[in-house]
């Protein structure tokens, strides 16, 4: 327990980003999994600042999401990075439906209005 804001932003809880996470279309940009370069292309990175296309991110999440079943320890997808993936970029960047299959959000869907 010595570093409690860690398990907290862990638990999607923490302060981890001022504002919400977005993508980005950085000019420039080669991704270095597809080593695609596009000029649009989307892109997302985490604080550690590793950063991938948005498809790439997506794959990379849904594939971990399937294989392992869960969401909740998923690392960056940098090799030797250790970040996980925190929900709010689970949020953004993982389709609904794999969210709702693997009930891994505090996600409440009892919302009717
Ligand atoms: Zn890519
Ligand atoms: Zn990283």
């Given amino acids: 327990m010595d570093r409690p804001e860690e398990v907290l932003e ?4 923490g302060q981890d980003y001022l504002g919400q996470p977005k993508t980005q279309v950085l000019p420039g940009f080669t991704c270095d999994i597809c080593c695609e370069d596009e000029p649009g ?3 997302y990175a985490m604080k550690c600042g590793h950063r991938y296309c948005v498809d790439c ?3 990379y999440l849904a594939q971990k ?11 960056c997808p940098k090799d ?5 993936v925190d929900s ?4 953004l960047l993982v389709a609904v439906d794999l969210k709702y299959r693997y009930v891994i959000f505090d996600w409440n869907p ?3 209005d």
Wanted: aromatic share 4%.
């Fill in 110 to 112: 009892n919302t009717t």
């Fill in 80 to 84: 030797g990075c250790n970040r996980i």
């Fill in 88 to 91: 709010k970029s689970l949020d």
């Fill in 10 to 13: 862990n638990a999607g809880l």
């Fill in 57 to 59: 991110y997506r794959q």
């Fill in 65 to 75: 999401i399937k294989d392992e079943g869960e969401a909740g320890r998923i690392q």
């Fill in 41 to 43: 292309l989307e892109t």
